[in-house]
């Protein structure tokens, strides 16, 4: 999950200039001008950490509030001087002052700065028009049956949502400030016992006895502190309910997601850790020791990771990993597994900081032995919240040598996840979809789509009247009454409401959102 705000237009310039301190404030020597025009600069300085964007991709109110934020990286304050205010007042502030990421000193001259500025709004339109639905979406969901427990939490802030098998219920999360609470509902949908934490429960993972649950901190907001860790969970023994156990990894930096499989050989779950961060970040992936412990090794030092897959990429029976970065160079990565705990990074996508980069599925669409990725991008809580006619699922074939060819896409306002199954039982996959932030005004249904395969990368989309009822931004997929099909949850948090809400949703929510939702597949 992703409330993951990735603010993302971001220039991390790692350069220092000459200061002298005069009272409390730093007064700078200037930078020599370049000579460079506008766009000239903006290539050069943008494309340092990510894509170039184009001014033409956001209205000239949008780049107003993303320019001055992008000064703040280039050493650029209005006050001439780097205020306190761009750092929080704990651990998590000092760690970001020491990255250098806001340089005390101007890297540009602020003649430079100004024709930057210039040439993004001199060339930005002054709006953008909302895409606009080719065809409406069919209303009702064939296969599966609308269920909504009596029990949830109020507002609704749900962090994660788990199926357990063997029909034994739905785990889900909760947390903001202290109301942090591991949920375990039966399968009739009623709450059975809730653990109490003091962080906030973001990712579950259950293999024969061993059982998980990573935490991200205190509420899901962005923060470079080092709040998170994996717990390991033990099930109660008078029921199915669950205590903590011990202390498995502390001092994650916000994991937002977790991947395990035996990256080495040994017969041991090792654990892939996306720690998104927020101005600071980081992949890791931990070395299960064997003596109830892990040691960590870093894969990239960069904050942004929310989506890893554990997979054999290659056929050379080590176990490779495909992660998803979201933050600024936005992208697709594969990390080549060379043995002996070594691993080779490639770049496989990469796209536009404006994309909200959200989650991956590896699956063999086509059925030609290769591994395609699905790849889903809708983040719209940063400084730019206009809809993208960008936003929504794509299809990325593979030529069978990892080289990846864009061959569908699904324009989804706002999407956030994508889980791919085969839910209809007829021998393909099919696409089951949330949006956190849809076109609640014209297209409310968004929220869900469900996109059914007819063969040759052609679907047909689908919602449910009742999908307005929550704000979804968890979905997990499972049998949930072991009888042999596909069933999906989804988790809803109202504590945004969206922006300019004319439609009396955002409100509604706040006391009726129900925590979590099932979609029982019926096929079977």
């Known amino acids: 999950m992703k409330l993951v705000i990735p603010f993302c237009i971001l220039l991390h310039l790692f350069i220092s200039c000459t200061t002298k301190k005069r009272s409390d404030k730093l007064e700078f020597k200037d930078v020599p001008v370049s000579g460079l025009s506008g766009r000239e600069l903006s290539v050069t300085h943008c494309s340092r950490c990510h894509a170039f964007v184009s001014p033409n991709l956001l209205p000239k109110s949008s780049w107003k509030k993303v320019l001055p934020a992008m000064a703040h990286r280039m050493g650029i304050y209005s006050g001439g001087f780097r205020p306190d205010s761009l750092f929080e007042a704990n651990a998590s502030g000092a760690i970001v002052r020491n990255a250098n990421i806001y340089p005390e000193s101007p890297v540009l001259a602020k003649e430079d700065w100004a024709k930057i500025e210039k040439y993004f709004l ?96 205190n509420g899901v907001f962005p923060t470079d502190a080092r709040a998170g860790a994996m717990q390991r969970l033990v099930k109660n023994g008078s029921g199915p309910g669950y205590m903590l156990g011990s202390m498995a990894i502390p001092n994650l930096l916000r994991p937002v997601f977790m991947a395990y499989g035996d ?69 697709v990565f594969l990390y080549e597994n060379q043995g002996s705990g070594q691993f080779k990074e490639k770049r496989l996508l990469s796209f536009l900081p404006l994309n909200g980069s959200q989650h991956i599925e590896v699956v063999d669409f086509n059925k030609d032995g290769f591994d395609d990725i699905v790849y889903v991008c809708g983040d719209n809580a940063d400084k730019t919240p206009i809809l993208k006619d960008y936003h929504g699922i794509y299809i990325f074939l593979n030529d069978g040598k990892s080289n990846f060819r864009q061959s569908y896409f699904y324009q989804l306002n706002g999407a956030y996840k994508a889980l791919v199954r085969d839910y209809d039982l007829d021998g393909d996959l099919d696409i089951a979809a949330i949006s956190f932030f849809p076109d609640y005004l014209r297209y409310p249904e968004e929220s869900f789509i469900y996109l059914k395969n007819k063969g040759n990368l052609q679907f047909e989309d689908y919602s449910f009247p009742e999908a307005p009822n929550g704000r979804w931004v968890v979905m997990d997929a499972g049998d949930m009454d072991a009888d042999g099909d ?13 922006m300019g809400d004319t439609t009396g949703l955002g409100k509604k929510w706040l006391s009726t959102s129900p925590s979590v939702i099932v979609l029982e597949n019926t096929v079977r």
């Open 122 to 217: 001199d060339n930005a339109p002054d709006t953008i028009p909302p895409p606009i639905r080719k065809s409406k979406i069919r209303m009702g969901l064939k296969h599966f049956k609308y269920r909504e427990p009596a029990f949830s939490n109020r507002p609704a802030l749900t962090t994660m949502v788990k199926i357990l098998p063997d029909n034994r219920g739905i785990l889900f999360g909760d947390g903001k400030g202290k109301r942090n609470v591991l949920t375990l509902m039966t399968p009739g949908l009623h709450e059975h016992s809730s653990l109490h934490l003091e962080s906030t429960p973001i990712h579950f993972y259950e293999k024969s006895n061993e059982l998980y649950l990573t935490t991200v901190g």
């Open 486 to 498: 596909v069933d999906l949850v989804l988790g809803s948090f109202v504590y945004f409401i969206p």
């Open 263 to 331: 990256l080495n050989k040994d017969g041991l779950d090792d654990v892939v850790a996306c720690e998104y961060g927020n101005e600071t970040g980081q992949l890791t992936w931990y070395q299960n020791n064997g003596r109830g412990g892990y040691d960590k090794r870093v894969l990239r030092e960069k904050p942004g990771a929310i989506t890893a897959i554990i997979k054999d990429a290659n056929n050379d029976g080590l176990m490779d990993i495909y992660v998803l970065m979201a933050q600024a160079d936005e992208g």
